[in-house]
């Protein structure tokens, strides 16, 4: 029953602020909504066959060398898409007829440093407001009726952004359903996210439009408006839009479609 789970929610709103040993042991949800999180969801959506992160645009290049020739790199320094990469880091790209069957090798600014200082969690997944629940509810199978569950938000440039901070409280708002959260424990961070989601997306109002016009006031939201690609934003607030989560596997350092099983 619910009510017997002790499982305990950890928000934190920059990765750079958490001690080297926060997530150890845990389950680390790592969130970096524009975009490397919901590029890489939507990747494996499209039928990639695996998503490879790297922390540095060096080893990016190192990495794809020693893959098969279909493999594509995709990445972004900035919000600007890297010259020699095959993809930026829009979702939009990452589409079935470009990314089916292929591996990927990806860096960005924000979300793959950020899942680079998560390797002490017992477990590591990628989550986003577009894959909410899913990514809620494995959470909840993987760290058990107790244990401890990180919500690392990747922020812009060291900065912390409204826009993880909302995905983490879509997240916990969706790990509501399954349990009360206040029977789950959620720190203080984590309630004003909960809070913030539910605010601009209860009954009665515009969910989408409310979430795109917090997206673009954020430093990364609003330098994306200023490179064009505002269409992101979107692609970025379609709450729940797959059921798939994103799960690196200790022994590949591969991220893939969650299945339930040991990696």
């Known amino acids: 029953m619910t009510s017997t789970r002790s499982l305990r929610w950890h928000c934190h709103p920059l990765p750079d602020d958490m001690p080297p040993d926060a997530v150890a042991g845990g389950v680390a949800i790592i969130i970096d909504v524009l975009r490397a999180s919901t590029t890489i969801i939507t990747a494996l959506a499209e039928g990639a066959a695996f998503v490879l992160p790297a922390a540095e645009v060096a080893i990016a290049r190192r990495f794809r060398q020693s893959l098969p020739a279909d493999t594509l790199l995709g990445g972004e320094r900035g919000g600007i898409p890297l010259a020699d990469f095959d993809l930026g880091n829009s979702p939009a790209e990452y589409d079935r007829a470009r990314v089916a069957g292929r591996g990927i ?99 009665g109002v515009d969910a989408m439009a409310n979430l795109v016009e917090a997206f673009s006031r954020a430093p990364g939201g609003a330098n994306l408006v200023e490179l064009g690609m505002a269409t992101d934003l979107a692609l970025a607030a379609a709450v729940d839009q797959f059921d798939l989560v994103p799960r690196l596997c200790e022994r590949s350092g591969r991220l893939l479609p969650d299945d339930g099983r040991a990696t």
Do not use: K, M, W, Y
Not at 130 to 139: L, S
Not at 148 to 165: I, P, R, Y
Not at 166 to 181: F, N, Y
């Open 105 to 203: 090798v990806i860096t960005t600014t924000n979300g793959t440093a950020a899942l680079a200082r998560c390797d002490a969690a017992s477990d590591v997944l990628i989550g986003g407001l577009v894959n909410r629940t899913a990514v809620a509810a494995a959470a909840l199978r993987l760290a058990g009726e107790a244990g401890d569950v990180h919500l690392v938000c990747a922020g812009t440039d060291g900065c912390v952004t409204e826009e993880d901070l909302l995905g983490a409280g879509a997240i916990l708002d969706a790990a509501g359903a399954v349990g009360p959260v206040a029977e789950l424990q959620v720190d203080e961070c984590g309630e004003a996210a909960l809070a913030s989601f539910r605010r601009l997306t209860g009954a």
